[in-house]
């Protein structure tokens, strides 16, 4: 099993469009989650951290099951500046971050 | 808000080369990080680096690659003799302190290696 498995896509959808991304993590230890939004040929960029209860910001809904080792972002209203790669990153407790391939989203005019 | 730097921003070097990457960290941070991302793979973590030592290396950081921090400000790698494969954008990040997961992340070296 991968350490953290995303669904690659692409997910093409409409402008205003609500989508969901999951991505489950293999190693129960994990301490800190993460999504992180990449343009094409750029840095990842922190769009936001994850925590137990649920957390949102703005349009963007995170969800975490530590039970499942699940984690989940929901965007509502989607742009067309939202059309990026989504990585799901996990945090083992030590220095190592572990990404995920990316979750890759379109969205249409 | 503050940024990471790296240059240079595109890097093309002849197998057997050694390159250095360079990257200027946000300046009040401690910990200090280099990942790769192959082109159409996933970012790699290679090593962590804190109190002028490496405190993580993941298995790709093997002896052909070093880090070091010269200076008060530059924290580079180096690839000692480079390979086809290394060729990969190479990014550096840094954070504030061990318990902020929050990694900054550098734009990143384009490093093709022919």
């Known amino acids: 099993r991968k350490e953290v498995e995303q669904d690659p896509g692409p997910f093409n959808v409409p402008e205003g469009a609500t989508v969901a991304f999951n991505c489950t993590y293999s190693?129960?230890?994990?301490?800190?989650f993460f999504w992180y939004r990449q343009d094409c040929r750029k840095e990842p960029k922190l769009l936001m951290s994850v925590y137990s209860s649920g957390n949102e910001d703005g349009r963007f809904t995170a969800q975490l099951n530590r039970a499942s080792q699940y984690i989940s972002l929901l965007i509502r209203d989607s742009k067309l500046s939202d059309s990026a790669t989504y990585l799901c990153?996990?945090?083992?407790?030590?220095?190592?971050?572990?990404f995920g391939a990316g979750t890759r989203l379109f969205v249409k005019a | 808000e503050p940024e990471v730097t790296q240059t240079p921003s595109h890097q093309v070097t002849q197998m057997g080369q050694e390159v250095i990457l360079r990257c200027v960290p946000i300046s009040n941070h401690l910990y200090f990080y280099w990942y790769r991302q192959i082109l159409g793979q996933k970012v790699e973590f290679l090593v962590s680096?804190?109190?002028?030592?490496?405190?993580?290396k993941s298995e790709i950081f093997d002896d052909q690659f070093s880090v070091e921090r010269p200076d008060g400000s530059n924290f580079t790698l180096k690839i000692r003799s480079t390979k086809l494969e290394d060729s990969a954008m190479y990014f550096c990040a840094s954070s504030a302190s061990a318990g902020t997961r929050r990694r900054y992340f550098g734009p990143g070296t384009r490093l093709t290696v022919t």
């Open positions: 680096f804190y109190n002028n030592e490496i405190s993580e």
């Open positions: 990153v996990v945090d083992t407790g030590g220095f190592k971050t572990i």
């Open positions: 190693n129960s230890a994990s301490q800190s």
